[in-house]
């Protein structure tokens, strides 16, 4: 890997996936980590648990369960490590959320809201139902389809900054989008069968 001495300068030049594993062997490089990521990822906390000292402890929760899972990590090139931590901390918030707003419902686009099931009434008014119900169905799905259906729909990104940040066409996202919505369809169908 690399030294521990390598300058700030040079850190800060590292790809994400480099860096993060890197830091498994030398953890105070797991600070530019944080530093590349802190605000980021509290806003987007921020916009799942709708409080500030909420979305705090959602984002030292992810960096905690990022640096002990990094072993699981694979690098499929630049934005995997991105994708990655995303997710992690998608999951880490909504279950916040669940945790903290039992009763409470997540404000889910009208686009995902038809391609969910139907719960019936009293369950809907809940949300927890359709945050358990989301986080396992984007579980079982490729990770590629997961993170653009979680991208454009859970965090409201267009398809043309999806497009941007993973350096593809917005043919290519909208492709995306549409199969992994009909995965999400296939999932759904198996799982209220079972």
């Given amino acids: 890997m690399f030294s521990s001495r390598l300058s700030e300068d040079e850190l800060r030049r590292l790809p994400d996936e480099e860096l993060f594993t890197s830091s498994l062997e030398h953890p105070s490089f797991f600070t530019h980590i944080l530093k590349r990521y802190q605000s980021a990822f509290l ?13 705090e402890d959602v984002v030292q929760e992810t960096f905690v369960k990022i640096y002990r899972r990094g072993v699981t990590f694979t690098s499929n090139g630049d934005g995997s490590f991105r994708a990655w931590a995303y997710k992690v901390l998608t999951n880490t918030a909504l279950s916040q959320y669940q945790k903290e707003k039992g009763r409470g419902t997540i404000a889910l686009s009208p686009e995902l809201s038809e391609i969910l099931p139907d719960f019936g009434e009293e369950e809907a008014r809940g949300g927890r139902e359709n945050r358990n119900y989301i986080a396992s169905v984007l579980g079982r799905m490729p990770e590629n389809l997961a993170h653009v259906l979680s991208e454009f729909f859970l965090k409201g990104k267009s398809q043309e ?34």
């Fill in 43 to 55: 806003r987007r906390a921020h916009t799942i648990v709708k409080d500030g000292d909420a979305a």
């Fill in 161 to 194: 900054e999806i497009a941007q940040n993973e350096n593809l066409s917005v043919g290519a996202v909208k492709v995306r989008i549409y199969r992994a919505k009909e995965m999400f369809r296939e999932i759904s169908k198996l799982e209220v069968g079972s």
